[in-house]
């Protein structure tokens, strides 16, 4: 990776551009408008070009969000020289087409999850960034809240023991209303799957990350709502073509095990990113709807005051990241992680490197969202290719 320098400083400056407005679209511009303020050793990035469909809503974001250009034509921006990043950030038809743009383009890539439709289109594009020799970064942005981070150090450092189970649940509950439109979150042609692939691959990712590979798996998929209104108040319906929700039992190829349950349709939970870890030396849990905060019990806890204790993971010279934000239990949230994942992916641009996740996860994430699809038709188990 060669980062373009500025004449003045000779410091390396990234130029981004962003493919997607909305809701990713506005996540990712905070982290990028915020990285150079909050963590000192960041390379620098530029807010170069914002790209979506409409030309007013797009150069709305561009003021709002803080881009140097707004543009409808993603194919021109992608190709363009005085881009270093390119962003996709859109719904997972375009991640495939984007993302072997901006590849053949040489741009290193940063996408949203789950990486793409299918595991075809995955193959495909880890063969062309593997081919074109650039960088890749997955925003599977959980990895990076800072209990999360603590809790994958405990599990590396040994506190948990040998992982026996890690059971995970991701719930929302905004698909109930039956009057609920059409959406692209409904539609296989525009989002591949339904909570499998929006809610499951986060956990599923979650899963790998702190626990190793999943080696097997038994699934099952329902969707509860099988028809909805072509538009908002619109008496059209059409066919919901995904899952509402998914519940996974799968086999690490260390031996735990682990169960994995992914719906939209869950009355009261409203972003319930959810694991327990069960070692030989202690378990931990956590909970996204509390994010700042991991529990853990030890089994070396002396036994009067034994229990599952609450570590609030934002103190200064302890935790993962703290040091860059506020003082001790001055608390973090949802958009922090996005921050950490650009800062440290452009440290790892800047020493020639990259971190994970990466296209290589991406694909074993669609490997295992692939064999919960096919479990779920054949109703038996499958082995994780
Ligand atoms: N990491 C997370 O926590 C998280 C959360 C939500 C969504 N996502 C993922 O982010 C991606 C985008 O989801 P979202 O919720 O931001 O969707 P969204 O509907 O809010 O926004 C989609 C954006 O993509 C743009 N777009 C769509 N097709 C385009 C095209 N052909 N050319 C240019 N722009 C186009 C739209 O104009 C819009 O700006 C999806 O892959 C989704 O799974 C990740």
Redesign the pocket.
């Known amino acids: 990776m060669k980062p373009r320098e500025k004449a003045t400083t000779q410091q390396p400056v990234y130029r981004v551009a962003l ?7 506005k ?1 990712h511009s905070q982290a990028y408008r915020n990285v150079n303020m909050y963590f000192s050793d960041a390379p620098k990035v530029e807010q170069a070009v914002i ?4 030309p007013e ?1 797009t150069e709305q974001a561009r003021e709002a969000f803080g881009w140097q250009e707004a543009s409808t034509d ?1 194919k021109a921006v992608v190709a363009r020289d005085d881009i270093d990043i390119v962003d996709v ?4 038809n ?2 495939c087409e984007m993302v072997l743009a901006a590849a053949e383009a040489g741009k290193q890539i940063v996408c ?3 990486l793409a439709n299918t595991l075809q289109e995955a193959e495909r594009m880890v063969a062309a960034v593997e081919s074109a020799g650039v960088r890749h970064l997955l ?3 959980y990895r990076r809240v800072p209990a999360v981070a603590l809790a994958k150090r405990m599990v590396d450092d040994g506190r948990i023991g040998k992982i026996y189970h890690f059971r995970a649940r991701y719930l929302q509950d905004w698909a109930l209303s039956p009057g609920l439109e059409l959406v ?1 979150r409904f539609d296989a042609k525009l989002a591949g799957s339904g909570a499998l692939g ?1 809610l499951g691959a ?1 956990v599923i990712d979650l899963g790998r990350y702190l626990c190793g590979e999943v080696a097997e798996l038994a699934a099952t998929s329902e969707t509860f709502i099988k028809q909805r209104p072509v538009e908002a108040g619109s008496s059209e319906m059409a066919d919901v073509t995904v899952d509402d929700a998914a519940a996974l039992c799968v086999r690490f190829a260390n031996g735990a095990i682990g169960t994995i349950e992914a719906s939209r349709f869950a009355p009261g939970r409203k972003n319930h990113n959810t694991f327990e870890i069960n070692g030989s030396k202690g378990s931990l849990t956590f909970d996204l709807e509390n994010l700042n905060n991991l529990k853990f019990y030890s089994v070396d806890d002396q036994p009067d005051t034994q229990g599952f204790h609450e570590i609030i993971a934002c103190s200064l010279g302890k935790h993962p990241y703290a040091d860059n934000w506020w003082f001790d239990g001055h608390l973090l949230g949802y958009e922090h992680s996005f921050t950490h994942m650009i800062y440290d992916w452009l440290r790892a641009l800047a020493a020639g490197g990259s971190t994970h996740p990466d296209f290589h996860d991406g694909l074993r994430n669609q490997r295992i969202l692939d064999a919960a699809a096919r479990a779920s038709q054949s109703r038996s188990w499958e082995v994780v290719g």
């Open positions: 493919l997607g407005t909305k809701f990713m679209g996540a790209c979506g469909r409409s809503e993603w950030s859109t719904p997972g375009m991640h949203e999850k789950p925003m599977h942005n692209w929006d986060h």
